[in-house]
């Protein structure tokens, strides 16, 4: 039960269409940590954990093949590690839950919804994953996230979840039987967030066909990945790559803005005469572009070390550059090492161990917004679209005006992980920062699928998998006035679950050491 509990809720994220198995793919793993032992709940939960992470995370064996050269022996070798440590995820949630359970007493509606929410959004993982993730086609359920954040479908998730045991099951609550209470306030957040779901979904849709459009152009270069400073193709130069080629015919066709993935090397921030050759031909089309580059910045003079950063630029119709964003999110092993970058002799080592997909980044020091005649661009820059409250507090970062286009673009490239499910997973998941700030999303993916979405998450616009193009599409954009809820307190939902869970774990204490003295 354990298993099968982990394999239905890998389904969702392998295949979006299957989003409603999610709302009942719980069931069997809490059937099977029912009434056993704390060890036997880790236990189970493991199996739960590791079923689940091998079906939804297979894509670590390509990754390894790909960035670090590895064999398939060798490469699933090192994703079984990968994986049993992710799988603690639900092993210490089934401990958790279980502990409470027995000490707190309190009703498993409140107490299960708490735990997983926590867990999903607190246990470290080096590519973050919720519940919520798998939902983007579920257009009803992911509304009302515009006030929780993805955290708050998590717990609706897991309040299905229990309710449907609960009512399959004959498990002591530890409550009185006529206790309906709990059922009917569990009934009335469920009414309360898909009625929600569906009222914003007809506004939006009613919405949305009142708004203007800006005709958009993505270019997807379908480069294979590499760290390599490669050569320009054939008939190309990095004064003029195929990807500017592409840009002409975009232009020609009306965008008013063509978007870059991210993708290899170009040299615009490092090579002056590439710089000045984007700028002039940008100008002679009359179209903003927005892409990646490498940044090499002037090295400390006490070292010989090169500083690099991971950058988005911005250049306007008239060829002026608007402005960079340097990426502030890495990821960990692969653009940074977390707690050895700055000491050079366990640097050494972890460089040696990681090899050349090690690329050590610098972090941005802030958020930018790239503003230019009535047009707002947020840049994000691929990992980055993954966090919530970050993509929130870049959000926060805009001046919203009336009649202004407002932007989410996210520049990503997944080459890394072949030919998987991992980038549906990655653009799927980037579907609800759309809905969490209510701002249209161009989420432009080097090798594919790169998706258009509206704010209130539908997708308009899905590109092909692995294949070399160039898109125009028409994106509405947004004419509000004002943020989201939780674009203005991102972490208000998600800090109140953590407080009412260390609330709970210290009334389980005290009633434990109440029962223990009036016992003696």
Same mark, same amino acid.
Request: overall charge positive; some cysteine.
């Given at each position: 039960m354990a298993?099968?509990?982990?394999?239905?809720?890998?389904?969702?994220?392998?295949?979006?269409?299957?989003?409603?198995?999610?709302?009942?793919?719980?069931?069997?793993?809490?059937?099977?940590?029912?009434?056993?032992?704390?060890?036997?709940?880790?236990?189970?939960?493991l199996v739960t954990g590791m079923g689940f992470c091998i079906s939804a995370g297979y894509w670590i064996v390509d990754f390894l093949?790909?960035?670090?050269?590895?064999?398939?022996?060798?490469?699933?070798?090192?994703?079984?590690?990968f994986w049993f440590y992710c799988a603690h995820l639900h092993a210490l949630a089934a401990?958790?839950?279980?502990?409470?359970?027995?000490?707190?007493?309190? @009703?498993?509606?409140?107490?299960? *919804?708490?735990?997983?929410?926590?867990?999903?959004?607190?246990?470290?993982?080096? &590519?973050?994953?919720?519940?919520?993730?798998?939902?983007?086609?579920?257009?009803?359920?992911?509304?009302?996230?515009? &006030?929780?954040?993805?955290?708050?479908?998590?717990?609706?998730?897991?309040?299905?979840?229990?309710?449907?045991?609960?009512?399959?099951?004959?498990? *002591?609550?530890?409550?009185?039987?006529?206790?309906?209470?709990?059922?009917?306030?569990?009934l009335i957040v469920l009414l309360v967030w898909f009625g929600y779901g569906i009222f914003s979904t007809c506004y939006w849709d009613?919405?949305?066909?009142?708004?203007?459009?800006?005709?958009?152009?993505?270019?997807?270069?379908?480069?294979?990945?590499?760290?390599?400073?490669?050569?320009?193709?054939?008939?190309?130069?990095?004064a003029y790559s195929p990807e500017m080629a592409m840009t002409e015919r975009l232009s020609a066709d009306g965008a008013e803005l063509v978007i870059w993935p991210e993708a290899k090397y170009k040299g615009y921030l490092d090579q002056a005469h590439v710089a000045e050759s984007y700028q002039h031909q940008l100008n002679a089309l009359n179209t903003r572009l927005v892409f990646q580059d490498i940044q090499h910045a002037d090295s400390n003079p006490l070292t010989t070390d090169t500083l690099q950063y991971n950058t988005a630029v911005m250049v306007s119709q008239r060829g002026n550059e608007?402005?960079?964003?340097?990426?502030?999110?890495?990821? *960990?092993?692969?653009?940074?090492?977390?707690?050895?970058?700055?000491?050079?002799?366990?640097?050494?080592?972890?460089?040696?161990?990681?090899?050349?997909?090690?690329?050590?980044?610098?972090?941005?020091?802030? @958020?930018?917004?790239?503003?230019?005649?009535?047009?707002?661009?947020?840049?994000?820059?691929?990992y980055e679209i993954m966090f919530p409250e970050f993509v929130a507090d870049a959000v926060s970062h805009l001046d919203l005006r009336w009649n202004s286009a407002n932007i989410l673009v996210s520049l990503s490239s997944n080459?890394?992980?072949?030919?998987?499910?991992?980038?549906?997973?990655?653009?799927?998941?980037?579907?609800?920062?759309?809905?969490?700030?209510?701002?249209?999303?161009i989420h432009a993916v080097n090798n594919g699928p790169s998706i258009v979405a509206l704010p209130s998450g539908r997708v308009i616009f899905t590109s092909g998998y692995h294949q070399a193009g160039g898109y125009v599409v028409d994106v509405p954009y947004s004419h509000s006035t004002q943020r989201t809820y939780f674009s203005r307190h991102p972490n208000q939902f998600l800090y109140s679950v953590y407080g009412l869970l260390l609330s709970v774990f210290i009334y389980s204490c005290w009633k434990r050491r109440v029962a223990r003295f009036t016992s003696e």
């Open positions: 298993l099968l509990s982990g394999l239905l809720l890998a389904l969702p994220f392998l295949e979006s269409y299957l989003f409603g198995i999610a709302w009942v793919a719980l069931v069997p793993f809490l059937m099977a940590i029912n009434g056993v032992s704390l060890f036997r709940s880790y236990v189970l939960g093949m790909l960035s670090k050269g590895y064999s398939f022996s060798l490469s699933v070798l090192w994703s079984l590690i401990l958790c839950f279980s502990w409470l359970r027995r000490k707190s007493e309190l @009703h498993d509606f409140l107490l299960f *919804p708490l735990v997983m929410t926590v867990f999903y959004a607190a246990f470290p993982m080096l &590519f973050p994953v919720r519940l919520g993730d798998s939902q983007s086609l579920f257009i009803f359920a992911i509304q009302a996230i515009e &006030f929780t954040g993805v955290y708050g479908l998590d717990a609706v998730i897991a309040l299905s979840n229990i309710m449907l045991f609960r009512m399959i099951s004959c498990a *002591p609550s530890g409550q009185p039987k006529k206790a309906f209470f709990p059922w009917v306030l569990g009613e919405h949305t066909n009142k708004l203007q459009t800006i005709r958009t152009g993505i270019v997807q270069a379908n480069e294979a990945p590499s760290l390599e400073k490669s050569k320009p193709l054939y008939g190309y130069s990095r608007i402005g960079q964003y340097q990426k502030m999110k890495r990821i *960990p092993f692969g653009e940074y090492v977390p707690f050895v970058s700055g000491v050079p002799v366990l640097k050494g080592w972890v460089e040696r161990f990681f090899g050349r997909f090690l690329n050590e980044m610098e972090a941005g020091a802030a @958020h930018k917004v790239f503003d230019d005649q009535g047009l707002s661009v947020v840049p994000l820059i691929c080459g890394w992980f072949g030919r998987t499910r991992q980038p549906y997973q990655h653009v799927n998941a980037s579907v609800l920062r759309a809905v969490e700030n209510r701002l249209p999303l």
